[in-house]
């Protein structure tokens, strides 16, 4: 707390639209009625398409290796993370070197130690959430393919299928959608990394993320596909 006294009027302005942007395209993304359009809420609908299939086999090795996959892609990101926290916390234990370093780059320094601290600590909060995300997420992988080994043979409309199809796609559902917003807080976590240049380099970043984030889910060419399948 004693480093927010060095914080400017530019400062936290920069923050609000760091911040604005994160927890609002979350919002918009998850809980608006646009995101059911958009590439989250097109992908839940195939993952309650694939329970029903998956309820139909007799055979689920391809189920099981599919979820295999899902859980490799998540825990190469989890493992990834915890090398960028050990550097940042490094970081935050050499700020000396740091604001020495940050002080020859050409958009400005980093400022006093103080400074460069809550700037580093705003980077290693953004990956410390995407951490948990992270972890959460494939431990509801896991809770799914325990669903998977229980899960019942039939098709949809015999007792019991239709339920337990909703199960199934529902924990799919809860660990993609905390995988997604692990991988939009490392979006996040790159544009909080250019307050060490600038505060306005802090805002304009979050920005671009949010346009980047924003395209992608609502306007790329794979959100195309999936529509014209659905």
Avoid at 152 to 181: K, T, V
Avoid at 184 to 190: E, N, P
Wanted: proline share 3%.
């Amino acid at each position: 707390m004693h480093a927010l006294p060095h914080l400017s009027a530019v400062d936290w302005l920069a923050l609000a639209i760091f911040f604005a942007c994160w927890a609002g395209y979350a919002w918009y993304s998850e809980h608006s009625q646009r995101g059911a359009a958009g590439l989250i809420g097109t992908t839940q609908r195939y993952r309650l398409r694939w329970a029903y299939q998956l309820l139909a086999r007799d055979v689920r090795v391809m189920d099981s290796t599919l979820i295999g996959n899902l859980v490799t892609s998540v825990s190469f990101y989890a493992n990834t993370t915890i090398y960028i926290i050990a550097g940042l916390v490094a970081a935050l234990g050499a700020s000396d070197k740091l604001v020495s370093f940050t002080a020859d780059l050409p958009f400005g320094g980093a400022g006093n130690r103080e400074l460069l601290e809550i700037k580093l600590m705003l980077v290693l909060s953004a990956f410390v959430f995407s951490y948990f995300k992270f972890t959460w997420s494939l431990r509801q992988f896991n809770l799914l393919s325990i669903l998977v080994g229980a899960a019942p043979q039939g098709h949809a409309g015999e007792p019991g299928i239709d339920s337990y199809a909703q199960r199934l796609g529902g924990a799919n559902n809860l660990a993609g959608d905390d995988f997604n917003r692990g991988i939009r807080a490392y979006y996040f976590g790159l544009a909080a990394s250019g307050w060490l240049l600038t505060p306005w380099a802090l805002a304009l970043l979050a920005i671009t993320v949010l346009v980047v984030l924003f395209r992608r889910d609502y306007r790329s060419p794979a959100l195309h596909i999936l529509r014209d399948l659905d």
